[in-house]
């Protein structure tokens, strides 16, 4: 079996990685906005007299669109992750350009959207935790977690949850900039070169058809 190749690793390493940070980062997610019944927190406010009262929240296609991004980025990474250790084990341990260059074409589209996610959950809970405060409920987000809340909510560490949400979803953000550095820095060197030749016509020669005719 050949040896395999130490970017291939890296590139597997990576993408096992990025996969756990995607599926958190939804996980995460997920359970804060259930604990509201479903709605999208984010860039929500709210009221606190005696209890604590969800006034205005974003539309959950909000959360939808973060948690999509970290499935489609899930989905990539375990089709990548799965294709570098098919060719560790079964193939020459090096991947083709074509799969290189692809791959760094998706990589690099992902990886915009990744950074529109993590930005849309600093600023939304950043947001979200500043109404808590001017409210008066708490001194801090993390305090409101012990704090009252209108049923139906039971939003119990929704401050937590959002934090893990928006740390893995920087940290997945970290580990695809990675993957696409990596793609890109061997894309050039696996980039197909065509060898050119030059031709003597000083050192062509020609058969005659019929041989030598001279007397």
Known sequence: MARPSGWLLLEVALNAAALLA???CAAALGLAQGGFGGKCILYGSVDYNGTLILLSSSPPSLC???SAISGLTAIFN???LLRGLYSLC???GHLVHTWIRTSLVVSATLLF????SACILRVGMDF????????KAAASCQE???RPWVKPYHPGKFYNNLYAAQATAWVNFLFWFLMSFLLFVECIRKAPYQSLEVENPQTDK???????QSQ
């Open 206 to 212: 020609t058969v005659p058809a019929f041989g030598d």
């Open 22 to 24: 995607a599926l958190g």
């Open 78 to 80: 375990l089709v990548s």
């Open 128 to 135: 979200f935790c500043g109404s808590i405060q001017k409210s």
């Open 90 to 92: 079964f193939g020459d």
């Open 144 to 146: 409101a977690q012990q």
């Open 113 to 116: 959207f990744l950074l529109v």
């Open 64 to 66: 939808y669109f973060i």
